[in-house]
């Protein structure tokens, strides 16, 4: 089934295929709409979930690790301010290993207060232990919901997966998606039916208990589950692309196997830099773009492999340290070892970055300088 | 990269614990700096610090009250509590 539906749309209906049970919500703009489509499907009888208004994000968070815990599948959304506010319990529900799947729909930090889209939310979780994955569209919005159930609750993973979408460009963008048939995913993803945590008065466990000593052990243990991802979600998407002809993986190369210039990118920018790129190509300019689609786990070979005829390597980073710098150049720079990148900081706040401001950077590629666009 | 001196352990790798009551093996009362000691000749077995010792390291049957001193991590609420519970320096 193909409609036109807003990026918000198809994150709830990836909810709505993947058969969430429990959905733990607290509103914030422009999430807001996910959490409320989905309330009207509850409410009309359509999705057979539990639909839990909380008190804040902080319990939102608490609640899905709670129904998580016990062996559901769970889902909720959130945006900016309202992740911040979940961030305590994100290390634990990463620590507790359950597979929640939270969308994040990007927006600026206060303060000064914005709506518009800006990655410094999410990347403020990048070492929460969460698996993150950033959207172009919102076709790819609603896959990555399905597909992330399937790699978070693999016993090789066991790690909550962020599904990163861009406030207003595709939350509240329509665009054709086409929607599976519920079958068929049926098919796909199976129930959710844990090992590691669940609630059952026959085999009594204890949940997020002291350890001391073996602190160590366990974060090792996130480490390798991140690890093991990698992998995953190759395979995944490759069975995926199987099914509906739509493929994906952890990178998303455009004409880097020719190019002399190539920018990094991530989410829903990368639309207009393709664009541009098609544009630039027609006047013989060989010029490429690598979307980083995971952030967590960050897809280091994939970089060193896309880039490594690349002669001049620039960043966009819709997000900042202060202090220290575009926070995807800085990881891009760790894996290239030394190689020339350019760090272009643009779009912060949903600022419009646009095909003159691409032709603009792709000229000043090859100084290795933090450049701000405005 | 390559990760080194580590494995993964799959679902045996999650924290949690399976065993019931398996914090008994955990010797809390090593923590402790004041012995409280219950004056036995003046006790009636109330059981008023059983009620508030926050640790469950109080126990009381028909005859006796004692304090499980492997598990009791000297916090001296049964001291506030009770004026026959004293503390004392561990020695």
Same mark, same amino acid.
């Given at each position: 089934?193909?409609?036109?539906?807003?990026?918000?749309?198809?994150?709830?209906?990836?909810?709505?295929?993947?058969?969430?049970?429990?959905?733990?919500?607290?509103?914030?703009?422009?999430?807001?709409?996910?959490?409320?489509?989905?309330?009207?499907?509850?409410?009309?009888?359509?999705?057979?979930?539990?639909?839990?208004?909380?008190?804040?994000?902080?319990?939102?968070?608490?609640?899905?690790?709670?129904?998580?815990?016990?062996?559901?599948?769970?889902?909720?959304?959130?945006?900016?301010?309202?992740?911040?506010?979940?961030?305590?319990?994100?290390?634990?529900?990463?620590?507790?290993?359950?597979?929640?799947?939270?969308?994040?729909?990007?927006?600026?930090?206060?303060?000064?207060?914005? /709506?518009?889209?800006?990655?410094?939310?999410?990347?403020? &979780?990048?070492?929460?232990?969460?698996? &993150?994955?950033?959207?172009?569209?919102?076709?790819?919005?609603?896959?990555?919901?399905?597909?992330?159930?399937?790699?978070?609750?693999?016993?090789?993973?066991?790690?909550?997966?962020?599904?990163?979408?861009?406030?207003?460009?595709?939350?509240?963008?329509?665009?054709?998606?086409?929607?599976?048939?519920?079958?068929?995913?049926?098919?796909?993803?199976?129930?959710?039916?844990?090992?590691?945590?669940?609630?059952?008065?026959?085999?009594?466990?204890?949940?997020?208990?002291?350890?001391?000593?073996?602190?160590?052990?366990?974060?090792?243990?996130?480490?390798?589950?991140? &690890?093991?991802?990698?992998?995953?979600?190759?395979?995944?998407?490759?069975?995926?692309?199987?099914?509906?002809?739509?493929?994906?993986?952890?990178?998303?190369?455009?004409? $880097?196997?020719?190019?002399?210039?190539?920018?990094?990118?991530?989410?829903?920018?990368?639309?207009?830099?393709?664009?541009?790129?098609?544009?630039?190509?027609?006047?013989?300019?060989?010029?490429?773009? /690598?979307?980083?689609?995971?952030?967590?786990?960050?897809?280091?070979?994939?970089?060193?492999?896309?880039?490594?005829?690349?002669?001049?390597?620039?960043?966009?980073? &819709?997000?900042?340290?202060?202090?220290?710098?575009?926070?995807?150049? $800085?990881?891009?720079?760790?894996? /290239?070892?030394?190689?020339?990148?350019?760090?272009?900081?643009?779009?912060?706040?949903?600022?419009?970055?646009?095909?003159?401001?691409?032709?603009?950077?792709?000229?000043? /590629?090859?100084?290795?300088?933090?450049?701000?666009?405005? | 990269?390559?990760?080194?001196?580590?494995?993964?352990?799959?679902?045996?790798?999650?924290?949690?614990?399976?065993?019931?009551?398996?914090?008994?093996?955990?010797?809390?009362?090593?923590?402790?700096?004041?012995?409280?000691?219950?004056?036995?000749?003046?006790?009636?077995?109330?059981?008023?610090?059983?009620?508030?010792?926050?640790?469950?390291?109080?126990?009381?049957?028909?005859?006796?009250?004692?304090?499980?001193?492997?598990?009791?991590?000297?916090?001296?609420?049964?001291?506030?509590?009770?004026?026959?519970?004293?503390?004392?320096?561990?020695?």
């Amino acid at each position: 089934m193909r409609q036109m539906i807003t990026g918000n749309g198809a994150a709830a209906w990836g909810a709505r295929l993947s058969r969430a049970e429990i959905i733990p919500n607290f509103p914030i703009t422009p999430q807001t709409a996910i959490i409320e489509e989905i309330a009207s499907w509850i409410a009309e009888g359509e999705m057979n979930a539990d639909f839990l208004p909380m008190e804040s994000e902080h319990s939102v968070m608490s609640a899905l690790a709670a129904a998580s815990s016990a062996g559901t599948r769970v889902f909720s959304a959130t945006s900016s301010q309202g992740l911040m506010l979940m961030t305590e319990m994100m290390f634990i529900t990463s620590g507790l290993r359950l597979p929640v799947m939270l969308v994040n729909v990007s927006r600026g930090l206060s303060a000064p207060i914005t /709506l518009w889209s800006d990655h410094n939310d999410a990347l403020v &979780q990048r070492d929460s232990g969460w698996l &993150q994955i950033f959207c172009s569209n919102n076709q790819e919005a609603l896959d990555s919901v399905v597909m992330g159930y399937r790699i978070a609750e693999d016993n090789d993973v066991l790690l909550p997966m962020m599904i990163n979408l861009d406030g207003f460009t595709l939350s509240t963008t329509r665009e054709p998606v086409e929607i599976p048939d519920q079958s068929e995913i049926d098919d796909f993803l199976p129930a959710y039916d844990p090992e590691h945590t669940i609630l059952d008065p026959k085999e009594p466990m204890s949940v997020g208990c002291v350890v001391f000593d073996e602190y160590m052990y366990f974060r090792s243990q996130q480490r390798m589950a991140m &690890q093991n991802s990698k992998g995953l979600i190759k395979d995944v998407c490759s069975e995926w692309e199987k099914m509906t002809g739509r493929g994906y993986g952890l990178v998303e190369p455009y004409f $880097t196997e020719d190019a002399e210039r190539v920018l990094v990118i991530c989410g829903s920018e990368s639309a207009i830099l393709k664009y541009t790129i098609d544009k630039l190509r027609k006047d013989g300019e060989r010029v490429g773009m /690598l979307r980083l689609r995971a952030i967590r786990p960050f897809p280091c070979e994939e970089i060193i492999d896309a880039l490594s005829d690349v002669e001049e390597i620039g960043v966009i980073d &819709q997000d900042v340290s202060p202090g220290s710098g575009g926070i995807i150049a $800085t990881e891009v720079k760790a894996c /290239l070892g030394g190689r020339n990148v350019t760090s272009f900081i643009a779009g912060l706040g949903g600022r419009r970055i646009g095909v003159e401001k691409y032709e603009k950077i792709f000229r000043r /590629l090859g100084r290795d300088v933090e450049e701000w666009i405005f | 990269m390559k990760i080194i001196n580590i494995s993964y352990d799959g679902t045996a790798g999650v924290p949690v614990v399976r065993e019931p009551a398996s914090a008994l093996r955990n010797n809390t009362g090593t923590w402790r700096v004041f012995r409280q000691v219950i004056d036995k000749d003046k006790c009636v077995r109330c059981g008023r610090c059983w009620v508030f010792c926050p640790e469950g390291a109080i126990h009381v049957d028909d005859d006796d009250i004692w304090i499980d001193y492997d598990h009791c991590k000297g916090c001296g609420i049964c001291v506030t509590e009770c004026r026959f519970i004293t503390a004392r320096r561990e020695e």
